[in-house]
Structures are given as C-alpha cells and as structure tokens.
C-alpha cells in the first residue's frame, strides 16, 4: 500500500496486510523499520571508523612500536606488529570516508530523516516507500562494497578520504590505488545513488504529505533542518557522482579529467592536459556542503532537545529557519576554501574568503539561540540533553576557528596541518556525533518502546565530553607548530621531537574515549531488550510523534491522523497548568498563537 | 596475550560499570525509578556542568602554559610578522568570544537546571536582541575579512621584480629538487617528457633546445640568500604534493602538469636564527629529549644520536603515498655573499649533462 493512499483517506484505518519477516525485519518499507536500520548499520559503521582512528593513534602516540592488536588486527600489513605507513595512510582514509559519509551522514541523517519526518509532519509513512526500502539497501551495498575493500591483496584506498588525483588515480603512486580504490569509487557511487533517493523523498514528503494544520512555519526545527539538508544534497551530491566517474574513467579507461604530464617509475604516462585541481573543485562541491549536511540534522536535534528539555520555546524560531537556510545557501558557494593554496587564482581565494567567513553570521546566530533558550530555563538534565549542550559547545569551539581557516591568508601556514584536524573534528565530528547521540537518547523510546538506562548516559556523556577536548584541544598547538597532518611519524626528523609528548596525551584520551562508547554500546544493545518500558511521551514533548501509539505499526495512528493547531514550542506557556502544550491541542478561546 | 589481556582489561571495565551504575540504580529510593532525570539528577548534572566550564578554563590555561612555546614558530620571512599579527588578532577575537559564550553556556546549564514543579520563562523572541548579536558579528567579521584581503593581496599577488631570484622547487615522491635560472636568472622550459634524456641525467625534465636552460642549476638542497625576494616556480612530476616552509609562513601545492608560484623574502639567515632565544629553547628542549633517548640507545648497545641544531625546513604538506612523512628538506639562508659563492661552486645543466 502506498503512502498516498495511505494519507488519503485519513478515516479509521488498520492494515491487516500480512507481514512476514521478511517484510518487517529486511525489506519493510516501513519508516521507522528503515530508520531502525539506518542507525543499526550506521552504529557498526561507526565501530569500524571509531576503532581504526584508535590504531593509527597508538602508532602516533608510540611510533613504529609494536603491538599485539596491531598483529592481530592487520596481520600481513604489520610486520612483527609494526604498523606499515600505507597501512596509516588506509586507516585514516577509510576512518574518514567511513565517519562522514556512512556514520554522520547516512547513520545521522538517515536515521532521524526517517524517523522523524512522517511521525513530526503527520503522515503515515514517506511519500515512496519502496525508494525509501531501495535507498537503505543501496546503503548496505555500499556499506558492503567499503569494507570488503578492507580484505584486498594490496590494501584498501589510502589516497585520503578527499581522494585526489594523481594519487588515487594511479596504481604506481600507491598500493592503495588499484583495486582498494576501485571499490572505494564504486562504493561511494552506490551510496550517493542511496542518498538521493533518500534525500527527494524526504523533500516530497515534507512538501506534500503534511498534516492538516502543520504549515511551514509550524514545523518542527528537527524536520527544517532535515528537509534543508536533503535540498544540499541534492544539489551538492551529484557533483561528488561525476567527479567518482571521471575518475573511474582516467583510472580504466585512460581519459585524462585529472591528469597531466607524469613521470612515475622511470615512464611517463600518455595523460595530457587534464588537472587534479578540477578534481578538487568538483570533490569540494559537495565535500564542504557535506559539512553542512553532516551538521544540519544534529543542529536540527539540538533545537529540538533543548526545547523540550529547558521546557522553553527555542528562542528565536525564525532566526533559526533563516539561518539554517542562509547556511544552506552558503554552504554552496564556499567551496574554495578547501583550495586556497591548490594553485587556484588568489583572486578567486578573496571571493572564497569573503563567503567563508560570512558563513559565520547564521552560525553564530544558532548559537547565541541556542544559550538564550537556555536562560531562565528549567532545565531537565536528561542525557540527550547533556549531548545537546556538550554539541554547543563543541559547534562554538570548533566553528571559532573555521575564522582562521577561512581567512585565505592565515590559512597558508596552518592548511593541511593538525589544526585543522582539530578544527573539523570538533565543530563537524565531535558536534555530529554529539547530534547522533542525543538523538538516539531522545528518541529511543520511540524507536524502541524502552528507555535507555539515564546512568550509564551521564557516564558516556562525561567521559565523552572531557574526551573530546582533551584529544583536540591539544591538537591546535600540534598544527600551530608547524606539523602537517597525515604523517605517519612525526618523529622520524628531530624538528617535531618536542611534540611528541603532546602526541601521547592525546592518544590517551583517545583511548579512554573509546571504552566509554562501549558504554553507550552495552547501554544500548541492553535496553533494547531488557530497558525500561516506556510511557507514551516520556520527555513531555509537544511534537507529533509522541502522539502515536508507543507500539509500532505500518500507518502510525490508529484512526485519525492528529491536526496541528499550534508551533512545536509552546513550552511553559502562560495560561496553561502543564509546562508543555503538544502541537495537536487546538487554541484556547481567545488565546494568541505566537507571530513567528 | 597483550590482546588478550586487553581485552579481559576491556571486559572488566565494562562490567565494573555495569555494576557501579547497577549501584547507583538501586541505592536510590525504589518508589520513583525512572530513567527520565530527576531533581537529584537535575542538581548533581547541574553542578557538573559548572565544573565542566572550570575543566575548559584550566585544560586551555594548561595548554597554554606547557605548549604555548610551540605555536607560531619565529617568523623569518618578510609578510611573516604581517601573518603573524593578523593571526593574533583573529586569535584574541577568538578567545575571547569563546571565553565568554562557554561561560554564558554551561553557567546557564548548571544554574537554571530543573526543580520540579518550576516553570520556565516563556521567551521566544526579542528582534532587538538578535537583531544585535547578528549585526555585531557581521562588524568584526567585517574587519577581519578586510584586514585578512589586504594580507592576502599582499602576500599573494606576485609582481615583476627584476632583482628577485627565481627558484624552482620540483617535487617527486619522495623528495625535492631545486632548480635555479643560473647566470640569466631565468628558468629553461621543461617538461617531464625529457625526464629520461641524458641517461636519466636530466633531473627535472629540462628541455635542451631552450638556451634558457643550459646554465640553469639544479641540486639536492635549497639555499636562499637573505634580503632578496625569492619567487618560487613549483612544479611536481607525479602526485600531488605541497612546499611548505612553516618558519616563512609559506606554502603552496605543487600540481603536476602546471606551474604555481609563492614568493617571499627571507629576513633571517640560518645562523642569525639559531640565535633567537626562542630557537635557543625550543632547540634545548629537543636535546634534553635526544639526550634520554641516547642513554637508552647507549644501554641497548648502540650509537647515540647526535646533538640537534636548527635549520629551516621545507615539508611535503600534501598526501603523497607511504613516505609522505619524510619527504622534507633543509633551507640554508645565507648572506648574499656566501649564496653567491655557493652557487657558483655548482654545476650548471649543461656541465651536469656531459
């Protein structure tokens, strides 16, 4: 049955369709099955890339020791436990590839997107759910094509996850480049295949398949910032697919996109006339939208979690919309700034410069927001809503010194050193994944009719939180200093050798937040069967969701889908005996809804 | 056995957890379990919160005390304190913003944390507000674009300089070659095509019917005379990589197939920078670490390693393959007087070439 029928009639309505297994565990076509999916294969995804990024900083931390898990993890690749350069390089590639494109983007926004979009706008299911069933399993092959790369003869792509030619393009250049990157191309070709598809349904789901009464401007923050991010990419991620195909083409069909007059072991190659610098153009199309698609859906859960918790209206609901739209905006005409020292003409750097730091404006207006819902609050310090604050904080950290890196000149000394390494870690990963894990706190009992166990919560958060700044706070004086990122050791000439301390406590906190995401995993996979039942609307919520039954069925209401008569932020309003006031409780007679 | 007893040590962790916060669960009063935070969780993750601030202030001032030697290495070229000031204006605009929106953050966190049966104010707007947190940041942005385009404009735009000296650096992995234009100071035509004329003698691919290139000199090691504006010609003949000069606030990739260029002045010559006390420490502090490894060294029966002195660096700053990491070599700044003779010592292209 399609979705559309589905919200048609919108009389009473029970699906006595049978299901089998298979069709509600594998191929449902169910939004918050797929959802469910998204965020099980988005999460071991996220063990993969969260424990290789633990490898290569043992090595950074103690290089060229030996190491026992080194010997059982790698094998070949680690002679004697010795981890091999090109094996670093393949760790952080891989590690990077696989945290922003199939933990933060598709675990993030593929989850929550699904999840929450029907259940916040009042519809029954997605406009298309066969696109929606289509989209994860494109995902899954994707998920399927990287890590079987990871088991090739000569080693998984090591190119970088920004890929650039000539060293992704030739085999020569690297071990990594021949079949490893292959399957890298092919892997992310069949994941932005997924995210399109998953992307238009969430736009013509948002558009079309609202409830009576939910207008745009009544819209929860959360399905904005989800409806904004499938627009980016939409736009963005067909530009990352031609520059993966033209790629492929100069690596087996001999055409020369990117490549130029090159010598490499003793033969010069036939390429003419191509250039690795439109291969960065058309990579930072997307990659810097990407930024932005990876950070809309947890800035989109943020609003959402302090609202509710501070039981306060998010402060300046319009700011909010039109901010996340001016980033939307910008977030497409800032891609230069991944290039200023590519070769690229410096006049086109002051044009990227000027963008860039524009970008700052909406940002640091979500920001100002997001503390001003905070006053005067009261807040219930839930650990979603931990996550939510430690994501503030974090997104002002990190974002504050996007101002160096944007400035084209105060780039040149610190481009591609560790300070940018701290730089995107915080305000894109440690935020991200911030907005990840405040979600599944969130919406757990959603999702999976069970709370999560509140203490073990406080302890992820903490220790995650003293973590996170104790790896990358440190890193701004690594890459200060001079030290360019991607070396596999910094101690192989004298010139660093003061670092190296630096390296080990950062290593160290690296490690301790590690075990602390096996909390979060224990807690996890515990109450996913023995947590404690839930009620109906645990967090006392106004958004639609918490209207619907806690058990879980294709349709999402029994009888009538509820209508919205107010904005999801009517928390603490005067007049009411409740701190909260759900969308779907019609006006009080003479009461005002706010102008906003 | 290390994994495995890694692993156990893992385990272990994990199930001291479980049982502390099995604890926690059950020494709290069994009426009202909930996983939905209480007025005690309210007040103890409240004055977390406060403490997590103070965690913030002192892990930046710690940093900053242990490390704060290392940002910012002595600049030895000329736009270098121009980089250098604009950097620590952006940086104080930074700071302090970052002081105060952290504070305003998790003080709030801890003070207005929830008392049940307290409402919240219902504040949802206030345009003058936001209409001043929208228009202060635009004025400083503002100034730190223009400042930032007027640096940039200066650094980057090269101009036709007849004394300025032209310098190739050519990358490969993993090394660098330099290539200077030799009597007429200008850079014969090349091109990998001719990499494997004269027996492979022909380094950086010159080409032999450009008279331009005849005397140009090519060799393993750059050095720069100081006081004079030296513009750079990259070139790579593989893959990607990036000159970066960190002490001369300098880089720029190099991008086989094109020529990209960067000039600066170098004001510092090697010795004179040895001299700084800043090079002084940071050279001390490197040896004192050399020192503890030698003994170790000693002890295992082998060499020592040799006392470090400084010298610039020019780094590979771009993904390049396995040896990435090693692709660096030394900047010699010299006086004028001493590159002159230097260079004279060396063998142009068409001495190298019989």
């Known amino acids: ?132 069933m289509i989209s994860f399993w494109l995902f899954f092959l994707s998920c399927v094509l990287m890590i079987s790369s990871l088991f090739v003869e000569a080693g998984p792509a090591a190119a970088g996850w920004t890929v650039y030619p000539p060293l992704s393009a030739l085999p020569q250049a690297q071990p990594g480049s021949g079949v490893g990157m292959t399957l890298w191309l092919v892997s992310m070709a069949v994941f932005i295949a997924s995210s399109l598809l998953g992307s238009l349904n969430y736009v013509v789901t948002v558009i079309n398949l609202r409830t009576k009464g939910m207008t745009m401007s009544r819209l929860p923050l959360t399905v904005w910032a989800f409806f904004v991010t499938a627009i980016i990419g939409i736009v963005s991620f067909p530009v990352l697919l031609s520059a993966a195909l033209l790629l492929i083409m100069d690596r087996s069909f001999g055409t020369s996109f990117f490549l130029s007059d090159i ?259 224990y807690n996890f996979i515990y109450s996913m069967f023995y947590g404690k039942k839930t009620e109906q609307n645990p967090w006392r919520s106004n958004t639609l969701e918490w209207t619907a039954p806690i058990e879980h069925f294709h349709g999402n209401w029994h009888g009538k889908i509820p209508h919205v008569h107010r904005w999801a932020y009517d928390y603490s309003k005067p007049g009411y005996k409740e701190d909260f006031v759900p969308q779907n409780i019609p006006l009080k007679k003479g009461e005002e809804e706010l102008q906003h | 056995m290390t994994v495995f007893l890694t692993l156990l040590i893992l385990t272990l962790i994990s199930v001291s957890i479980w049982q502390v916060s099995k604890i926690l669960e059950l020494s709290q009063p069994k009426t009202e379990s909930t996983e939905v935070a209480d007025d005690n969780d309210n007040e103890t993750q409240g004055k977390l919160m406060f403490a997590f601030l103070i965690f913030i202030y002192i892990l930046t001032i710690f940093s900053f005390w242990k490390w704060g030697d290392v940002l910012l290495p002595e600049a030895a070229s000329e736009h270098g304190s121009e980089y250098d000031s604009l950097m620590w204006v952006t940086f104080s605009v930074i700071f302090f913003v970052q002081t105060i929106t952290q504070a305003l953050l998790h003080y709030f966190g801890y003070k207005y944390r929830g008392i049940k049966g307290q409402k919240a104010l219902f504040y949802s707007d206030n345009d003058r507000l936001e209409a001043v947190w929208t228009i202060i940041p635009t004025i400083v942005l503002a100034v730190l674009i223009l400042y930032g385009l007027y640096t940039w404009n200066d650094i980057m735009f090269v101009e036709e300089n007849e004394d300025a000296l032209v310098v190739e650096l050519y990358a490969q992995q993993f090394n660098w070659k330099v290539r200077y234009g030799g009597e007429d100071n200008v850079l014969g035509d090349a091109n990998v095509r001719f990499l494997q004329d004269f027996d492979g003698k022909n380094l950086v691919g010159i080409d032999v019917t450009d008279p331009n290139g005849l005397d140009d000199i090519v060799v393993q090691e750059l050095h720069l005379p100081v006081g004079k504006e030296i513009q750079f010609k990259m070139r790579s003949q593989d893959v990607l990589h990036s000159a970066f000069m960190p002490h001369f606030r300098a880089q720029m990739n190099c991008v086989p197939g094109m020529i990209t260029e960067f000039a600066f002045t170098p004001i510092k010559t090697t ?70 003779k230097w260079i004279k010592s060396q063998q142009t292209f068409s001495q190298f070439i019989q």
């Open chain 1, 1 to 132: 049955m399609s979705a559309e029928s589905i919200n048609m009639h919108e009389e009473d309505h029970e699906h006595h369709h049978k299901e089998t297994f298979i069709t509600k565990y594998v191929f449902s076509q169910d939004h918050k099955m797929i959802a469910k999916q998204y965020l099980i294969t988005g999460l071991f995804m996220g063990i993969i890339g969260i424990a290789m990024s633990l490898l290569f900083r043992l090595q950074l931390a103690w290089p060229e020791k030996p190491f026992g898990i080194f010997d059982l993890l790698l094998g070949k690749w680690a002679p004697d436990g010795v981890m091999d350069p090109n094996v670093y390089l393949a760790l952080v590639t891989i590690h990077g590839t696989i945290m922003v494109f199939f933990v933060l983007t598709a675990g993030l926004s593929g989850t929550f997107s699904n999840l929450l979009i029907p259940l916040q706008i009042g519809a029954r299911d997605m406009a298309s759910g066969l696109l929606n």
């Open chain 2, 271 to 340: 010795e004179q920078m040895r001299m700084e006390p800043d090079v002084i420490s940071k050279v001390r502090k490197i040896n004192e670490i050399r020192e503890f490894k030698s003994k170790k060294l000693i002890a295992q029966g082998e060499e020592a390693l040799e006392p470090y002195v400084f010298d610039y660096l020019l780094l590979c700053n771009k993904i390049c393959g396995a040896s990435h990491y090693n692709m660096q070599i030394k900047i010699i700044v010299e006086t004028e007087n001493e590159f002159n």
């Open chain 1, 263 to 521: 010598f490499i072991q003793g033969e010069v190659l036939h390429y003419q006339g191509g250039s690795p610098v439109l291969y960065e153009h058309l990579f930072w199309f997307l990659g810097h939208p990407e930024v932005y698609i990876v950070l809309l859906p947890a800035l989109g859960i943020t609003s959402e979690v302090l609202a509710t918790n501070a039981r306060k209206p998010i402060f300046g609901y319009r700011a909010m919309v039109a901010s996340i739209l001016a980033i939307a905006f910008l977030s497409t005409i800032v891609w230069g700034h991944h290039m200023f020292i590519s070769g690229m003409n410096p006049f086109l750097g002051s044009v990227f410069t000027f963008t860039t730091l524009l970008i700052a404006i909406p940002s640091a207006v979500k920001a100002f927001n997001y503390i001003t819902t905070l006053w005067k609050g009261n807040l219930q310090l839930n650990p979603a809503m931990l996550f939510s604050i430690g994501l503030v904080s974090t997104f002002i950290s990190g974002g504050l010194t996007g101002i160096i890196l944007g400035d084209s000149t105060l780039d040149i000394n610190v481009h591609d050193t560790y300070f940018v390494v701290a730089h995107f870690h915080l305000v894109m990963g440690i935020s991200a994944l911030y907005g990840l894990f405040a979600g599944v706190y969130h919406w757990f009992p959603k999702m999976f009719r069970r709370m999560m166990n509140k203490n073990l919560g406080y302890i992820h958060f903490w220790v995650t939180a003293i973590c996170a700044y104790g790896v990358f706070f440190p890193m701004h004086f690594i890459g200060m200093a001079g030290l360019p990122r991607r070396y596999y050791t910094n101690t192989n000439f004298p010139y660093f050798d003061d670092l190296a301390n630096i390296n080990v406590v950062i290593t160290v906190f690296a490690l301790i937040a590690g075990v602390a995401q096996l909390v979060f995993l």
